[in-house]
């Protein structure tokens, strides 16, 4: 195969002009690279133009961190306060209650809704029957694409007070069920919400993963007299190692996000108490409250951890042996 | 094949050393899997059908309806509100999925070729960096202010044209295309916007495709934005709409089917916003489907 590519006239001729050892292209300055290459700017400066404005310059604004911002004063008049804002932020018992939520709910997430696409890309992929899989995967894939509004009013429907599950216990003689605002079970409900949206999804990559193993190797151990759990145990769950590794660094790193217009909807039903996470701290405190000094501290702040802490654990990663995302 | 004699009396194409499992085995997989799928989709059957339930079973709540009307989408579309919020949505979704389309395959093509354009590769960095970070609820409303979109339909299309992630994905097929085909093309005196009009871009159907409907379930699924920006009860996308009047129990005014009759259940009402919220979702679906197992997505994830 390679010495056929490596002899056809036609790949050569096509890598000439183009290719970096053509000697005619290596003489041309920086100026002239560029003005040979005009026409592809008019494609890049626009785009990047456009991740300047809207990703880069935003994060300027982060300077009203430092000052006690107001919207009418503007940044050039509002007063820097220095560090403040952020000394403010540990003293706020709102800020800690955002915290502690924020935290609990992620690590259930970690628990529980990492580990749910795994499992359920064994499960199907023991099927033997495709036509069933597809089905079934046709069907756990779709809640992903409905917004975090509409599978709330679906809940809302079904486990809220006069919903479905509300209605059948009454006819039971157990009145009063709404599992939408009971803030006990309110962080349960929350991993429940987010498995029920987004662990069907969540297979398609493990799936790609499974689809990347070598046959044989699970023909040679059923030869070697291997059940099919061990070859799962054996062949399977090792070939899905540095995909689980990769999501597991990104969860890592969006460990202070937790599902936040998931939140923000439910948190008037059930009370800042238990539904009060950091990133709806920032919008109601800042944006509603008008406190945006604070706000926006408490939001860089958790930025700048999240940062931290991808780099952190892909640093990590790496160091035992399996790969990072950078 | 060496492996014939594993081969067991089963289905064709079941590979030969699937022993099929024990009776047991295959009952518990199959009752995992019912309930599994009854999770998923009873609920939004449920609510289908419960948007169409008679007034008197929507009262009484049944588990599934046996009488049915029209009564509640009849009193939305006099409503006029939640049609608002729907057209509202249709234009965002419509325009703003053409124009990220034209910019994300835009800036793939120019970033296509990164080894022979000076300063290509800095700009793949820039885009690129922006997945891992972003500059938080205040400052992008601060900027959304300063530019004067507030209270504007634009700052639902605009913050969001380019996807970094789907720009890799469109710059990964067009660094696909058939090198001898454009250089063919240049050399019989086409223009570079040429080529990229009627040469590129017809290539790349496929993949327009998915990640136009990306783009689209995206742009009709818009909400938080539309809460930040947009003041105006007149410009609110369906998301916004739905959200007032299913969770925070507002009424949806003017709801009345005619003027001598009662006006329909508040639920049967409420189901039939979700539905009309969902339905452009369920059309695309069976579409975007086609293309999940074809791995255009996960091999981008590695930039």
Redesign the interface.
Known sequence: MSVQTASDP?TRV?RA??S?ASPRRRKLS?GQ??WR?R??????V???L?????????????V?AFQQYS?FRGIEGSPWVGFANFNAIWTDPEVLTALRNTLIIAVLQLVFAFPAPIA?AL?LN?????R?KRM????????Y??????V???????LGG?G?VA??LDAWGMSGFDAMTNADTFKVLVVAQNI?KEC?WGT??F??AIAGIP?DR??A???DGAT?WQRTWHITLPALVPVAT?LLILNI?SILTVG??QL??QQ??VGANAAQVL?TF??FR??MGGQ?GI??AA??L??VI??IL?LASNKLAKKMGGEG?? | MATATMTRPGKAGTPPWMAPPSIWVRGIKALVIVLIVITMIYPLVYVIAMSFASPSQARAGVIFPTEFSLDAYRAIFNGGTVTQGLSNSLFITVVGTLLSLAATSMLAWGLARTRQVPGAKAVLIMVLATMFFSAGIIPNFMLIKYLGLLDSTWSLIIPGLISAFNMIVIRNFFQGLPEELIEAARIDGAGEWRIFLQIVLPLSKPVLAVMGLFYAVGYWNTYFNALLYINDSEKWPIQVVLQQYVLAGVQIPGAIVSPDQPPPPGVTLQMAVIVLATLPILIVYPFLQRYFTKGVLTGAIKG
């Open positions: 036609g096509k002009p183009g970096p920086l690279r560029i290459e026409w592809s700017y008019t494609f890049i626009p785009g990047a456009f991740f300047l404005v809207f990703a880069y310059v935003p994060m300027l604004g982060n009203v919207p359920l499960l023991s099927l033997i029957s495709d069933v079934v995967q046709t069907v756990v894939y779709l809640p694409f409905l917004s975090w509004v509409i709330i009013s679906v809940w809302q429907q079904v006069g479905l209605g059948i029920w069907g398609i990559i799936f790609a046959n699970y023909e151990a059923a030869i099919p990769l790193g936040f217009e923000l909807l008037p039903m990133d920032v919008y800042g944006v945006w706000a926006t939001g860089l958790k930025g999240g940062t991808v995302i950078f």
